[in-house]
């Protein structure tokens, strides 16, 4: 099978297992909205806040740094990569249990969510990050099938006990929390497994660990500044109007997550054909990137557009309470799609190991969407969020794309003459 058709393919399959992962708590929404109150989506959002700041500090983004790294070592050396890539995300979670222990000892609640279940969040994370390396290995093998039947799965699992303990022992946003750490902890355990076998039990190599931590350690602030520009409309929602504002526009958000959901698709298929193209350095490789690029960057508009035609009837489900979220679905799913176009751009300075300029328009990002946010919030009400969201991702596109055209040669202008 030649590597266009083995791509399609994987695309293909990533794409299918994505979406019925996506539409499994889509479609589980009406229930949410019928048995949680705003104020519950709210502390769900800053549940999935948390998680997200954890989750970029385990491990050094191993699961990131697994995609790039794979093309350099044989098989052996490969897996005792992988196994030292275990070491220090199970290493690096044991500083974040000692803060939390601290914070348990200074406060009852941490930013309006009770400190005694950032044990639980630390424990979601963990096991996130388990399964993300475990996911990221199978998508470099090309071991699609494999990773949509595990990600199926998982959620399957997540939304059964969700639902379960919702109706008949925490209606409220508790018992979807604990329907989310079952499944995560029980598929974290089996992916330390599979991943101990494929380590072959080789750890701490300090050599590895030194190249794990290089090439991750700039990525922390690039995750930080990621969660700041994903969450930092809601917490500025809480702020400045309310929890139950941040609550709504959580229901909007999730409706927008479907442009995200097909992005993502896209591109755990690409990034490995990608740089294996970029490894071959052939200009008609080159070449075709860009077209694919330019033509991706359209689909991911045409994508927004049918979004926003589906929206009303898409509200029609899910109650009065919450119709008001309608209004964020078109700014969330802009965002979403300059987020697609700028992974297309990121991918460059991932391959040329360059993840100090990744951390750096990162945080800079995060800046200004703070700075946009608030200025957008004071201005036209919750709606600014959005507003504020979908600006700052697309000044991450375009800067990413100044960066990658001085950094790295391309057939940008579509030349063909080498």
Same mark, same amino acid.
């Given at each position: 099978?030649?590597?266009?058709?083995?791509?399609?393919?994987?695309?293909?399959?990533?794409?299918?297992?994505?979406?019925?992962?996506?539409?499994?708590?889509?479609?589980?929404?009406?229930?949410?909205?019928?048995?949680?109150?705003?104020?519950?989506?709210?502390?769900?959002?800053?549940?999935?806040?948390?998680?997200?700041?954890?989750?970029?500090?385990?491990?050094?983004?191993?699961?990131?740094?697994?995609?790039?790294?794979?093309?350099?070592?044989?098989?052996?050396?490969?897996?005792?990569?992988?196994?030292?890539?275990?070491?220090?995300?199970?290493?690096?979670?044991?500083?974040?249990?000692?803060?939390?222990?601290?914070?348990?000892?200074?406060?009852?609640?941490?930013?309006?969510?009770?400190?005694?279940?950032?044990?639980?969040?630390?424990?979601?994370?963990?096991?996130?990050?388990?399964?993300?390396?475990?996911?990221?290995?199978?998508?470099?093998?090309?071991?699609?099938?494999?990773?949509?039947?595990?990600?199926?799965?998982?959620?399957?699992?997540?939304?059964?006990?969700?639902?379960?303990?919702?109706?008949?022992?925490?209606?409220?946003?508790?018992?979807?929390?604990?329907?989310?750490?079952?499944?995560?902890?029980?598929?974290?355990?089996?992916?330390?497994?599979?991943?101990?076998?494929?380590?072959?039990?080789?750890?701490?190599?300090?050599?590895?660990?030194?190249?794990?931590?290089?090439?991750?350690?700039?990525?922390?602030?690039?995750?930080?500044?990621?969660?700041? /520009? =994903?969450?930092?409309?809601? +917490?500025?929602?809480?702020? !400045?109007?309310?929890?139950? *504002?941040?609550? %709504?526009? #959580? $229901?909007?958000?999730?409706?927008?997550?479907?442009?995200?959901?097909?992005?993502?698709?896209?591109?755990?298929?690409?990034?490995?054909?990608?740089?294996?193209?970029?490894?071959?350095?052939?200009?008609?490789?080159?070449?075709? /990137? =860009?077209?694919?690029?330019? +033509?991706?960057?359209?689909? !991911?508009?045409?994508?927004? *557009?049918?979004? %926003?035609? #589906? $929206?009303?009837?898409?509200?029609?489900?899910?109650?009065?309470?919450?119709?008001?979220?309608?209004?964020?679905?078109?700014?969330?799913?802009?965002?979403?799609?300059?987020?697609?176009?700028?992974?297309?751009?990121?991918?460059?300075?991932?391959?040329?190991?360059?993840?100090?300029?990744?951390?750096?328009?990162?945080?800079?990002?995060?800046? %200004?969407?703070?700075?946009?946010?608030?200025?957008?919030?004071?201005?036209?009400?919750?709606?600014?969020?959005?507003?504020?969201?979908?600006?700052?991702?697309?000044?991450?596109?375009?800067?990413?794309?100044?960066?990658?055209?001085?950094?790295?040669?391309?057939?940008?202008?579509?030349?063909?003459?080498?």
């Amino acid at each position: 099978m030649s590597t266009e058709l083995k791509f399609i393919k994987e695309s293909t399959i990533y794409l299918v297992a994505n979406v019925i992962n996506a539409a499994i708590p889509f479609l589980l929404l009406p229930f949410l909205t019928n048995q949680l109150s705003p104020t519950d989506f709210g502390l769900l959002a800053l549940f999935q806040m948390l998680n997200s700041g954890l989750m970029s500090l385990i491990g050094f983004n191993f699961d990131a740094t697994i995609s790039r790294y794979y093309f350099d070592y044989d098989k052996k050396n490969f897996s005792t990569f992988i196994g030292n890539g275990l070491f220090v995300s199970l290493a690096s979670a044991l500083p974040l249990a000692i803060v939390i222990a601290l914070i348990n000892s200074i406060t009852d609640n941490f930013f309006e969510f009770p400190s005694n279940w950032l044990w639980f969040v630390l424990m979601f994370s963990l096991s996130s990050k388990i399964i993300e390396i475990q996911l990221s290995l199978w998508r470099v093998q090309s071991r699609a099938t494999a990773y949509g039947v595990f990600r199926i799965l998982r959620t399957f699992l997540e939304i059964g006990a969700s639902v379960l303990i919702i109706t008949l022992a925490a209606s409220n946003w508790k018992g979807r929390v604990i329907g989310q750490l079952i499944a995560a902890f029980l598929f974290g355990v089996l992916g330390f497994v599979y991943l101990f076998k494929v380590s072959r039990g080789v750890f701490a190599n300090k050599k590895t660990i030194r190249e794990i931590i290089i090439f991750g350690w700039p990525l922390i602030p690039h995750e930080l500044g990621a969660m700041v /520009i =994903v969450f930092s409309d809601r +917490l500025m929602l809480m702020e !400045m109007v309310g929890v139950d *504002a941040a609550g %709504i526009y #959580s $229901v909007g958000y999730q409706i927008g997550l479907v442009i995200g959901l097909l992005q993502n698709s896209f591109n755990q298929a690409w990034v490995p054909w990608f740089y294996k193209k970029l490894f071959d350095g052939k200009f008609e490789d080159k070449l075709s /990137i =860009v077209k694919i690029t330019y +033509l991706y960057n359209l689909g !991911m508009l045409v994508l927004v *557009a049918g979004l %926003i035609v #589906s $929206v009303p009837f898409i509200f029609h489900f899910l109650g009065r309470e919450f119709e008001e979220a309608s209004k964020f679905v078109l700014w969330i799913g802009l965002g979403f799609a300059f987020n697609g176009m700028y992974k297309m751009i990121v991918n460059y300075l991932f391959f040329l190991k360059k993840t100090y300029l990744v951390g750096a328009i990162t945080i800079t990002t995060a800046i %200004i969407n703070i700075m946009l946010t608030f200025v957008f919030i004071k201005a036209f009400g919750a709606v600014g969020a959005a507003y504020g969201t979908a600006s700052a991702l697309f000044i991450q596109f375009i800067l990413t794309w100044i960066v990658v055209i001085k950094t790295y040669e391309m057939p940008w202008l579509l030349n063909y003459r080498h």
